[in-house]
């Protein structure tokens, strides 16, 4: 079932980057290259998993008019997403905002990639020191070359 | 007839894992070589109970023989042979049964291989091997049974999609298969030693092969997957960071990290904690990945079936037996001898270092793909979680990752000598910066980031070279002593040298692609043109073309470049006769390394001439973005025929002369 359910799915899919149908577009170059960078940014919110840059859904095809007219208009990116935001929720961006919610999110791969070295400077510190035996070792070494000599 | 065989050689393959767990846990209990060897003929049996299932399956898939529910569901009798044969695996039942094939396959190649092995720890292992065998046998069996028979089949299969037809998405399941569940010896081995509690430089000697040739085989796997999604789907992109590419990428990252620790612990006995942990992390990522894919907790483009019994019985798995290892591990690690010291500059230094930017890398990937789902089930809140996320969190890791990389081969084990290692890498540093350069003098427009990407991928390059030319110590001592340690160089330099390589090319390939790729897109009439990155690219026909199953329209498309004449290309935009599904066949021309990519859109009627949406994309250095990972993957292949690894050698070494 799996392949015939993606299958089913690469339908909707195979006929992509309709944002770059010419009969959408503006005609100031400038704005259609701020406006396909918006794209880029904004979920088909009726797809899988796909930016409306790529979807060929009806609603991709008004939410790429929605943008291109406010690009049109001079609004920053800025406020296009809030606008976007406002009114699809959190959702529809694919970038996810910097915000309380998502520290985990944005923060995680770095916390591990931090708390690794961390790991391996308190290795590299503790190991530096003990290049000696200690004093238990010492006693252990003992014991066992006095259990071995007989 | 047939049909009854497979299932009950399914039956039995269960039951002789069970005997397989209960002869090998005995075995090491009572120390007894018969009850070992009792449990290793079960590992064998289990292993050939299985292929006759899937012999039994693939061949009611040749005759489809659509009284087995699964034929009649996912095939048809004009499927051309292989996809037929091919079609034992596109079913869920049938993947399934893959992975017990490839889980049972490995069982068994433990079982006859490992006669190095200490002996406590081959039992351990195969009984463990025996136990994951059980729990997903016992899965395909009473939830996912291929071999199921209908009460009144079907005349003819339900099934017969074309787009399915293509060589690359039918071979790359076995190889992705074999790839995930390879890493399951691993698991057991790790499971094994912590039971023994033994981590030591022998044990990651025979964990490197098995971690090798699932890390290879992954790789081809997903390389196969990407370059299909590429010319298949028609978006001329190639990775997507889709959870169900995420699912496949996590385990490779894990095993890649894996084969660098385990390099620590054999070398130097350090880090045995953390390579049983990463053994134990990259099988688990595997059975996550078959989960995620077959659950539809998430949506993907790849819209796999959605069957929320299924997927609760595979997250129960996945949750007991990776629970278990790890709860082993919590147990048993802290008593594990921590190995040898070393000095902040040294091998090992470098080696965990790549070891914590693979885990932070792989930690990104992992939130990326869960985080929407637990952010959801919290707050109730949905987000989206999309490739910007990942440029932004796995670009500058893996940038770091690289930006060291070459520095590690250059390090002695134990304490290395830095500016040594600095000097040496002086010309290679040179040669990247120089490209990266030329890269700004040619590429338009400038970007910096993909500057910075071409010198990471040059310095790969330039790095692997440099290392190579220290090692047969080239300009330092006369040509002919340099050409015989080159031909003596082991086998595991030259897959390390080859991997490595292969990363450089690839991240050139990803970043000429990504930052250089021109796209046009145009509704021509015939005999109308678009230009893309310096082609001329005429429409100068569309004819219609009756496929067996589907109508399409056929372009041909001719494309020129300063009035000389490049190449032709046919792309067809195809329409299946049922559902109406239109799918497009992408015309490509190859010019040196990089790709015209042309599409055939949809047919628009105006009040002139109709016209066609014709989209071109111009894809400089495609082609390095698949030739990379099979070179790596072929560095893999070569190390793991190196003489020191070939499992036995070390006996036969043993004896007396």
């Known amino acids: 079932m799996r392949l015939q359910g993606l299958l089913a799915a690469l339908a909707g899919v195979l006929c992509l980057a309709a944002a770059s149908d010419p009969s959408e577009r503006l005609s100031d170059p400038a704005q259609e290259a701020r406006a396909r960078a918006i794209f880029h940014d904004v979920r088909c919110l009726v797809c899988q998993n796909e930016s409306i840059d790529d979807s060929e859904a009806e609603l991709a095809h008004d939410l790429r008019q929605i943008v291109r007219e406010q690009v049109h208009a001079g609004r920053s990116d800025a406020e296009i997403k809030r606008f976007l935001t406002a009114r699809y929720g959190e959702f529809v961006l694919l970038t996810p905002r910097l915000s309380a919610g998502n520290i985990a999110l944005w923060a995680g791969p770095f916390a591990v990639a931090l708390a690794g070295l961390g790991l391996l400077l308190a290795r590299l510190r503790s190991r530096a020191s003990d290049a000696e035996l200690t004093e238990a070792e010492l006693q252990r070494l003992g014991r066992l070359s006095s259990e071995e000599a007989p | ?657």
């Not at chain 2, 009984?127 to 009460?151: E, I, K, M």
């Open chain 2, 1 to 657: 007839m047939i049909a009854e065989i497979g299932a009950f050689a399914l039956s039995l393959a269960l039951a002789l894992s069970v005997v397989q767990v209960g002869l090998s846990a005995a075995a090491r209990w009572r120390r007894s070589v018969v009850l070992a060897a009792a449990g290793e003929g079960a590992a064998i049996g289990a292993f050939l109970a299985v292929a006759t299932a899937f012999a039994a399956l693939m061949h009611a898939f040749v005759v489809s023989d659509f009284s087995v529910a699964n034929v009649a569901a996912n095939s048809h009798t004009e499927k051309p042979l292989l996809y037929r044969v091919a079609g034992t695996w596109g079913s869920h039942e049938g993947s399934m049964l893959l992975w017990c094939l490839a889980l049972t396959g490995f069982g068994a190649a433990a079982a006859g291989l490992g006669r190095s092995l200490p002996r406590g720890l081959r039992a351990l292992t195969v009984a463990t091997q025996g136990l994951l065998g059980v729990v997903f046998l016992a899965y395909t069996v009473f939830a996912s049974n291929p071999l199921t028979r209908l009460d009144r089949p079907p005349v003819e299969g339900r099934s017969l999609n074309p787009l399915l037809q293509d060589p690359a998405l039918a071979v790359h399941p076995p190889f992705l298969y074999a790839g995930y569940v390879g890493l399951s010896v691993v698991f057991s081995l790790a499971v094994a030693a912590l039971i023994e509690g033994r981590v030591d430089a022998a044990w990651a000697r025979w964990v490197r092969p098995w971690a090798l040739a699932a890390w290879s085989l992954l790789t081809v796997g997903i390389t196969l997957g990407s370059f299909w999604a590429y010319y298949e789907l028609g978006w001329g992109g190639w990775w997507f960071w889709d959870p169900v590419e995420n699912a496949s990428f996590m385990p490779w990252l894990m095993a890649a990290a894996l084969l660098h620790s385990a390099m620590v612990t054999e070398k130097r006995g350090a880090l045995p904690g953390w390579t049983v942990f990463l053994a134990l992390a990259a099988f688990s990522f595997s059975m996550l990945g078959a989960f995620l894919v077959r659950s539809g907790v998430l949506t993907s483009v790849h819209a796999f079936a959605v069957d929320p019994t299924r997927g609760v019985l595979l997250l129960a798995i996945l949750g007991v037996t990776s629970g278990l290892g790890f709860a082993l591990f919590a147990w048993r690690a802290p008593r594990l001898a921590p190995g040898g010291a070393f000095a902040p500059i040294s091998r090992e230094s470098a080696l965990v270092l790549n070891n914590v930017l693979l885990a932070a890398a792989t930690a990104t990937v992992l939130l990326g793909t869960l985080y929407p789902l637990i952010r959801e089930a919290l707050t109730g809140e949905p987000i989206s979680v999309g490739p910007p996320y990942f440029n932004l969190t796995f670009g500058p890791l893996m940038g770091l990752l690289i930006l060291v990389l070459p520095v590690g081969p250059l390090l002695a084990w134990k304490r290395g000598d830095g500016h040594a290692a600095a000097r040496r890498l002086r010309s290679a540093a040179l040669a990247a910066a120089a490209f990266a350069l030329l890269g700004l003098a040619v590429a338009s427009p400038a970007r910096a980031a993909g500057l910075v990407g071409l010198g990471l991928g040059a310095w790969l390059i330039a790095g692997a070279a440099a290392e190579t030319i220290e090692r047969i110590r080239l300009f330092r001592v006369p040509a002919r002593d340099s050409l015989r340690r080159l031909g003596g160089l082991p086998r595991g330099a030259w897959g390390m040298t080859l991997a490595h390589l292969g990363l450089g090319i690839f991240v050139l390939g990803a970043v000429f692609e990504t930052g250089w790729k021109a796209e046009a897109a145009e509704a021509l009439p015939v005999g109308g043109a678009l230009d893309v990155g310096g082609y001329h690219v005429a429409l100068e026909s569309v004819r219609p073309v009756d496929g067996p199953n589907y109508d399409a329209d056929q372009a041909v498309l001719s494309v020129t470049r300063n009035g000389q004449p490049i190449c032709r290309a046919e792309p067809e935009r195809r329409t299946y006769a049922p559902g109406g599904q239109t799918t497009s066949e992408i015309g490509l021309c190859y010019r040196g390394l990089s790709h015209l990519y042309l599409v055939l859109g949809e047919r628009r009627e105006t009040a002139g001439p109709p016209t066609w949406l014709v989209r071109a994309y111009w894809n400089p250095w495609a082609s390095l973005i698949f030739a990379g990972p099979v070179v790596m993957a072929l560095g893999g292949l070569v190390s793991l025929s190196d003489r020191r690894l070939r499992l036995g050698v070390g006996r036969r070494r043993e004896r007396p002369a």
